[in-house]
């Protein structure tokens, strides 16, 4: 929490200290003044990830610099407190963007909660601007000249034009937010907000109030209502990241409300209705995992309507060029640098290489190049010493090899010059990791 910057602004000197101590208390940096003139001033020189604004103040009163926030600074959150707690003051200050409004004395407990729901608020939302900032817009983003690339956008495009659920799978790295992202961009709902949800990062017991939000008093500590992500992306694309991860408990409030189209926020006996347009993604085996037991057979076949399977990098070698191209463009403009190009030696050894972190990794490596690298031209020197290794390092089979002796270099090969990862290595290798322990113990290898 160091990193979070709050202005207190009231002229009430212990009351602005008592504030400022409870935060700093949290871990929050805190400003403190006791003008409005102050504080407009403050607001000049300073982002706040949250302001608190006395209503009544010298200078410049509460009212005045809500507005100035709106203007200036609309990402920053704004929760006033006043002596006067007048409904229709309160009504104004909710109508003008004001976060959340208290009266005094403040209760300092309600003042820690609503401040966590409202950065709650702020990091979803950036987070979806970082997405929409990752992904671009659908049109021209998806680089591709491929055929089983190709047969992805023409699904992509198919799926756009209903509102059923796409599934897509594929290893980490390949594009699956992309694809949420066109798929979104390019259906009805493309005017509303696409809304994404990390299903790992939530614990069992936050994924309900999490997905549906709850109302205010709905359990101790629940001091206002708080919406949740179905609320958030009302009318929009809701884009479930990793949903194999959804504990099994929580699995059938997911079902539920994709059945019945409708959910309760917790604590809530209104139902709501959920005009959502949902779209999942994977890199597990879900089929594998119903087979276990880790996933819901049910929830498995409603999510899995329209299915979407992205290819590793390394199935689609024609891509490489023009994904090394358009990240080239992106990057030498973003960080204002001179147009930058592989020698051709250079792009051979990255067409050769495996690329288990598939674009991802090579996105990340270009981004790299581009910064640290001062020549115009990037030749075989510059790249990592991974794409290096995996180049000057053969592999070659004389005839009358036994298999076992080439599985075995194989093996060895894979770990040496592409990956020590061993999950990675399996996944290039085609078998599982239980399989790969096996064989290194088998050879006597050591990862």
């Not at 929050?28 to 409005?36: A, E, I, K």
Request: hydrophobic share 40%; glycine share 6%.
């Amino acid at each position: 929490m160091n990193n979070i910057r709050i202005l207190i602004a009231d002229d009430e000197f212990y009351i602005a200290e008592g504030l400022k101590e409870a935060l700093v208390t949290e871990g929050y940096r805190v400003d403190m003044v006791h003008s409005g003139s102050d504080a407009a001033d403050m607001l000049k020189k300073q982002v706040y990830h949250a302001v608190v604004f006395d209503l009544k103040m010298p200078g410049q009163d509460g009212l005045s610099l809500l507005k100035q926030v709106r203007v200036e600074s609309p990402d920053t959150g704004v929760i006033m407190i006043t002596a006067f707690g007048e409904v229709k003051t309160a009504v104004e200050a909710m109508r003008l963007g004001a976060y959340d409004f208290m009266t005094k004395p403040v209760d300092l407990k309600r003042l820690r909660l609503s401040l966590q729901h409202l950065l709650e608020k702020q990091a979803l939302v950036a987070e979806n601007k970082e997405l929409r900032a990752r992904l671009g817009s659908a049109e021209g983003e998806i680089v591709h000249q491929s055929a089983v690339m190709k047969q992805v956008c023409d699904t992509i495009e198919q799926a756009a034009m209903t509102d059923v659920p796409v599934l897509i799978t594929g290893d980490t790295g390949t594009g699956k937010e992309l694809v949420a992202r066109a798929i979104h961009q390019k259906s009805s709902r493309r005017g509303e907000s696409l809304v994404a949800m990390n299903c790992g990062a939530f614990a069992e017991s936050l994924f309900e109030s999490e997905l549906f939000g709850y109302v205010k008093g709905a359990f101790t500590g629940a001091f206002s209502d708080k919406p949740g992500h179905f609320e958030a992306a009302k009318r929009g694309s809701l884009f479930f990241d990793e949903v194999g991860e959804i504990p099994l408990s929580n699995q059938v409030d997911l079902l539920r409300v994709l059945e019945e189209k409708v959910y309760r926020p917790v604590g809530s006996t209104k139902l709501v209705e959920a005009e959502v347009r949902t779209i999942f993604a994977t890199n597990r085996d879900l089929e594998k995992e119903v087979a276990v037991g880790r996933f819901r057979e049910d929830l498995y076949y409603r999510i899995n309507v329209v299915p979407i399977q992205l290819p590793n990098l390394r199935d689609r070698e024609e891509d490489i060029p023009l994904l090394v191209e358009t990240f080239l463009d992106q990057f030498c403009s973003l960080h204002r640098k001179p147009r930058k190009d592989l020698t051709p030696e250079a792009t051979q050894m990255v067409l050769k290489y495996a690329w288990p972190g598939n674009v991802r990794e090579l996105k990340n490596m270009i981004e790299q190049l581009v910064v640290t690298c001062s020549d115009l031209e990037i030749g075989p020197d510059r790249l990592p010493n991974r794409l290096q290794e995996a180049k000057s390092e053969g592999f070659s089979v004389r005839l009358g090899t036994s298999i076992e002796a080439m599985e075995r270099e194989l093996i060895a090969q894979t770990l040496h010059q592409i990956t020590a990862n061993r999950k990675e290595a399996a996944a290039i290798l085609g078998i599982s990791v239980r399989a790969l322990q096996y064989k290194l113990k088998r050879y006597d290898l050591k990862a």
